[in-house]
């Protein structure tokens, strides 16, 4: 056996191995006369098959399987070997390759093309600029979350004439196509509310309305959603997605959601151990809540900042055409040739933070531990100012751990939440980025920016 490497151009080599019978013949003669031994066929005894009948039968197979392992073991050590840092995997050169004859294969030689992962510098330091924007909560915002908390921890009540935001409460009744309560259709007695139709024509059609009142409409085209509609009617989701028809609904009662009052019994209903004095007190520890929940918007942006300013920096140069010829090759029947090239610059920025991210992994040692996964799942037992758990308790609660990290699927979801945080902490470390303080508002525009 011959192995050769070949660089065919900056970023890309083929390598070509030679291979004469004395490299196969023997491990393909050790199997075929192991089939031998097991064969069994018509007019000859278990283990009796002639050899030249089993090799007539299987030869040209088995000698393809054999030298296809080969094949694939000599490239693997020799990749090895020779320290060669690839993209990829080696891709069969057909063109370069000669046909074979498995009958007779004698003499024979195979090309593979690599594609070689290239050299670039990696500064991480301030001089790159990035910014994170330390969202600030504004007194409007505030009062807006000051209302939506009264809102959901306010009283239904019935009132006589409806208003937006009202829920009405009455009885549909399925119309045929001259507007005629339809003989069969659907009626039922269910809640509209308004507010969830994307036409605001109709949301006006519920406005000013009373009991007795009559209101003609088409809840799917009203709503659009198939399972509210089917919520709303009382009827399955697949018969709600082909409904086309119009309905009466009769105002049986109107409710409207009284928010509750700015007082103590709000104050320790919402934020129970915290004390607040008042409603500006109120305001204060909702910002202070709000600015915590924005954090992870602000740390996204930055990480997704970071990344494009540090892959613009290490500007790096990839094996393009063999990249695409790849990923035809390992999405086989899912990608296209004209898919692979229409997409081509979003997996070549994928493969390009894929490479700074492992020499990140290698230079600084970033690593998610057993253990510190196994916290992550404590953590789900630990309650906000609760004392120090007794030992039995704490062996019960690793018991049910164990059985948590047999779940690969949660154990890779937290191994990547851990792994991005400690990414996101040296990013932050490294590039020392410049605090800016924005509202919201300016924040969302930013966000929005491609």
Known sequence: MNIELQHTGNLTATVKIDLSPSDYEEKVMKVLKDYQRKASMPGFRPGKVPFGLTKKMYGQAVTADEINKLL??????????????????????TEKTPEIDWSVPGDLSFYFDLGLSPKFDLNLDRKAGVVYH????SDEIAKKYLEDIRRRNGELSDVEVSEMGDLLKGDFAELDADGNVREGGITSSGTVNPELFKDENVQALFAG??????????PMKASGNATDVAAMLGITKEHAEILESEFNFTVTTVNRMIPAEVNAELFEKVYPGVEIADEAAMIEQIKKDAAGSFTGESEKKFFNDAVKKVMEQASIELPDEFLKRWLVEVNHEKLSAEEVELHYNEYANSMRWQLIENRLI???????TEEEIKDVFRGYFRRPGSSEMDEDTLMRIDSIVDSFMKNKEDV??????????????????KLEPKEQVVSYEEFAKLAAEK
């Open 209 to 218: 309305k009373k009991a007795g009142d009559v209101v003609k409409f088409e």
């Open 72 to 93: 694939s073991e000599s490239l693997e050590g020799f990749i090895k070997e020779q320290q060669l840092d690839i993209l990829g995997n080696a891709i069969p050169n």
């Open 362 to 368: 290698r230079e600084h040692g970033i690593e998610v």
């Open 412 to 429: 890779r979801r937290i191994n990547d939440q851990l792994f991005e945080q400690k990414l996101l902490g040296l990013l932050k470390e």
């Open 134 to 137: 330390k969202i600030e909560v």
